[in-house]
């Protein structure tokens, strides 16, 4: 009945180590206005000067996404009045932005899709307020910190697209090494705009735009419940409202903050104050050359090298650490891809998820995975007691075979000693024998598992059907 549009504009700050117009550092969490100049607090009689470092990390993305990274651009002057903006302006770019025409590949539920990528522009952060003891303090440290505002076509049609998309521009920045991805700390953020139109229809519905969400689990939430107010508000005759609206995550609701400002209550015009922006083909050139392997590429070469799925490569790749991780853990191990890959995507990122811990946080190391991997290829361990093996190395001891020495949990490979478990295991269930013999062959795995459980899940899995196979048939 009713089709979801969305686009996004994700806000990521550039990890450059001064701001976008002045030699201030934008380290995070220092004390209020330590970290703002003249230029920064707006003074008069300053001067903005461009950091270059901007332009580098601003056509690397660029080039990433296949966009045309422009040779001329401008830079204008966004003119509003707010406390946190000393200047009355925000220098953003307008008409003539960096970065313009890239797209995206996104995977839903196994399923390839593009999404185009409008525009790319540079800009600086503003201040922020601050409110204590029924006062308000501005604190400028975040004016001027460089941001690239990335603005999408409205090419997503539901919220597990949009954080599809989201998911992977973060991936990509932090494999560009441009920016921290730091969600807590403001550092890549998001703005959803959001509409319904009637399935067949052909022009789109008007949209509102949820403002600064900064996890992803907000921006599927909050898309989801919009949509539903839309559908309501439609449904019993309204009309939406073009405006911005903030998601409260405490209520799960949106509620309207202001009404849409038009482009033009922005007074744009270019900033005489800079130059413009002018990339020489040799600049781009050479970052073209210095680019590091991307997502899609990477994600390609470990479907063809290692054999994985999509799905398992499309994990794997998500990011930087998380690829190393796993290209170590094959190298070291010399085991099978697909066993390695097993073990990543589930024990090692269920317990990861579970303390809340990143790849690089991880208590077990690629080479004590690997050293475990080893043990079960070499049938020293069965996969079910690596297990424990690998909780114990993830409680902080270190050696894998001293691990299993000490637990005694060397499977057992001796036909003889494996035999007599089977001997056993028959001597005590008669009937069920019986049963087995005269046609319900189900019971087998019921002898499989008593042997298992006898030997304290130490038996070869393998050997133990062969024999009992020959045993009970
Ligand atoms: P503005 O400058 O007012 O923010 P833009 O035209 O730059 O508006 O669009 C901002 C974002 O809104 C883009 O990501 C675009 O894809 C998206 N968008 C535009 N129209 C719609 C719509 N009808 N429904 C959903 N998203 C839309
Ligand atoms: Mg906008």
Not at 56 to 76: H, Q, T
Not at 362 to 389: E, F, H, Y
Request: charged share 30%.
């Amino acid at each position: 009945m009713w089709e979801v549009v969305i686009g996004l504009e994700i806000h990521a700050q550039l990890a450059t180590k001064s701001k976008i117009f002045s030699g201030a550092s934008t380290a995070y969490g220092a004390e209020p206005n330590t970290q703002a100049c003249a230029v920064d607090l707006g003074l008069p009689g300053v001067l903005p000067v461009l950091n270059e470092e901007v332009v580098r990390m601003a056509a690397k993305f660029g080039l990433a996404i296949n966009a045309k990274v422009a040779p001329r651009s401008v830079f204008a002057r966004k003119n509003y009045f707010y406390p946190d903006l000393p200047k009355g302006y925000q220098i953003s770019q307008y008409e003539l932005p960096i970065v313009e025409s890239g797209q995206l590949k996104i995977e839903v539920d196994n399923q390839e899709k593009t999404i185009g990528i409008t525009r790319a522009h540079l800009e600086e952060d503003a201040g922020k307020s601050l409110h204590f003891h029924g006062l308000t303090g501005i604190d400028l440290n975040r004016a001027g910190t460089p941001l690239l505002e990335i603005v999408s076509e409205p090419d997503m049609r539901s919220a597990k697209e949009a954080v599809a998309y989201m998911k992977k521009i973060h991936s990509l920045v932090r494999y560009l090494d441009i920016c921290d991805g730091n969600m807590q700390e403001g550092s890549f953020r998001c703005d959803a705009n959001v509409s319904i139109r009637r399935k067949g229809q052909a022009e789109f519905g008007t949209r509102t735009e949820l403002k600064n969400l900064n996890s992803f689990r907000f921006v599927e939430r909050a898309i989801n419940i919009e949509i539903e107010r839309q559908i309501d508000v439609l449904e019993s005759g309204g009309s939406v409202i073009q405006e911005t609206r903030l998601y409260d995550a405490d209520k799960n609701e949106t509620r309207a903050m202001r009404s849409k400002e038009e482009a033009n209550d922005y007074r744009y015009f270019p900033d005489p104050d800079l130059l413009p922006l002018v990339i020489e083909p040799e600049f781009l050139e050479q970052i073209k050359q210095d680019l590091p392997e991307l997502p899609d590429d990477k994600k390609q070469r470990f479907m063809q090298e290692y054999g994985l799925s999509l799905y398992d490569a499309s994990i794997l790749t998500s990011n930087r650490e998380l690829a190393d991780y796993f290209e170590d853990t094959v190298k070291l191990s010399r085991s099978e891809a697909k066993l390695c890959a097993n073990w990543i995507i589930g024990e090692l990122s269920s317990l990861l998820n579970k303390n809340n811990l990143d790849i690089s946080e991880s208590k077990v190391t690629a080479s004590q995975l690997a050293n475990m991997l080893r043990r079960i290829t070499d049938n020293t361990i069965s996969g079910k007691i690596a297990k424990q093996v690998f909780e114990a190395l993830w409680n902080g001891e270190r050696d894998v075979d001293s691990i299993i020495e000490k637990h005694g949990w060397k499977q057992v490979t001796d036909t003889g000693a494996i035999e007599k478990l089977i001997d056993e295991v028959i001597a005590k269930n008669p009937k069920q024998l019986e049963a087995y013999r005269n046609g319900k062959e189900k019971l087998f795995g019921f002898f499989v598992g008593q042997v298992m459980k006898l030997s304290k899940g130490k038996a070869n899995p393998k050997q133990v059907n062969e024999l009992l196979k020959k045993k009970i048939s």
